[in-house]
């Protein structure tokens, strides 16, 4: 079955990095855009960067743009989310998932195509 396990979250100072990793299972990684989620305490689940299967090619929220970086390793079923120069309203539970490749080709937005989450992993930013 569908799965998604994040891992890389901590505890950082602002201003401090982070990378994340998540490892997909039970479909080929390479055929479908990814993307990155964040759930900020108290608000709702936002994408806040994808990437595109083809060429990779990605898009990003204008709160974390020049700050993160999203790739992708079809080999290790991996993608990941170099986090840097961190503020405490980078801080939430971060989860990875399918993105609707139509979407982020002409709006670069970034909109999960299905229901199945990980359990994310928690990043906190604080000093």
């Known amino acids: 079955q569908v799965q998604f396990v994040e891992s890389g979250g901590g505890l950082v100072q602002p201003g401090g990095s982070l990378r994340l990793s998540c490892v997909v299972s039970g479909f080929s990684l390479r055929n479908y855009a990814m993307g990155w989620f964040r759930q900020a305490p108290g608000k709702e689940r936002e994408g806040i960067s994808c990437i595109s299967s083809s060429d990779g090619s990605a898009s990003y929220a204008n709160s974390v743009k020049a700050r993160f970086t999203i790739s992708r390793d079809n080999a290790k079923n991996t993608i990941y989310l170099q986090m840097n120069n961190l503020m405490p309203e980078d801080a939430g539970i971060y989860y990875c998932?399918?993105?609707?490749?139509?979407?982020?080709?002409?709006?670069?937005?970034?909109?999960?195509?299905?229901?199945?989450w990980g359990q994310g992993t928690q990043v906190t930013v604080s000093s």
């Open positions: 998932g399918k993105v609707d490749p139509y979407r982020l080709r002409n709006y670069g937005s970034c909109n999960k195509v299905d229901g199945y």
